[in-house]
């Protein structure tokens, strides 16, 4: 069972990340947001990835070791309080990477929130914890406003500050220890979960007289599995999310 739980709850809270400087970084990072939000950008995007094991998708039982020979495939999409964007997803195998198919991905698809939404603010999860400064120091300094973003890099995609001001967005990054007021884990919760449960009526199998083999019916069951992350489940993850940012906005200011 902890090798089927374990991909669905990845993010725990720690209370040792909670130090002056993560808040800080917190609050910047919804000061901004809010700004952004009240200035014209009416539209917050969360763009966010998952990996699935091959797998999971087979329903093979393997150990927790094995999992790492495994073929993995990286799905890209990405949701609002509108449910999600009307953009075609990626589904990447993660050995084919490369770095200018990530930009041309990710150019597409602020060129495609253009024409859809308008001006927005794209928000992604940082990947890396951020460095922790002494913390005597990090109290004596004032909250400024937060310098221009270098490039964000998702497992799978190169996230450019550059293209998406170029297209009239705005990227954002959720700082490290506060990954749960980004809403997309909820989302691939639920595909995974649908992967899990119904893999099977997607699966062909023959069994002949010396070998078998198994046929998967991959585009439909992620397809069917992403349709059903609903408006309304959308509705709910983003609630939950915006619970979290007046929280930490009213505690940390």
Known sequence: MYRIVNPLLK???????????????????????????????????????????????????????????????????AGSSQGWVPWKYRVFLRDHLSLGQQEDVFQEFCDSLSVTYGKCVIVVRE??????????????????????????YLSSIKCC???????????????????????MDAAWSSLKWFVISNRKEYSLKSIERTYSYQCILFSDLI??????????????????????????????S
Request: hydrophobic share 30%.
């Open 127 to 152: 990947k890396r914890p951020p460095r922790m400064q002494n913390e005597a120091s990090s109290q004596d300094e004032e909250i400024s406003e937060p310098q221009p973003a270098s490039s964000l």
């Open 161 to 183: 500050p550059e293209i998406a001001k170029a297209s009239g967005h705005e990227l954002l990054s959720v700082p490290f220890p506060y990954n749960y007021l980004h809403p």
């Open 11 to 77: 993010h725990i809270m720690h209370r040792s990340y909670l130090d002056p400087t993560s808040k800080k970084q917190c609050l910047q990072y919804l000061k901004t947001l809010r700004t952004l939000q009240f200035s014209g950008y009416n539209n917050t995007i969360f763009l966010g990835e998952t990996d699935i094991l091959e797998s999971l998708i087979t329903g093979e039982k393997v150990p927790q070791e094995g999992n790492l020979n495994w073929p993995l495939w990286t799905i890209v999409h």
């Open 223 to 252: 397809g069917k599995g992403i349709e059903k992350m609903s408006l309304s489940k959308w509705k709910v993850a983003i609630s939950k999310v915006r619970r979290w940012e007046n929280y930490y906005l009213d505690k940390f």
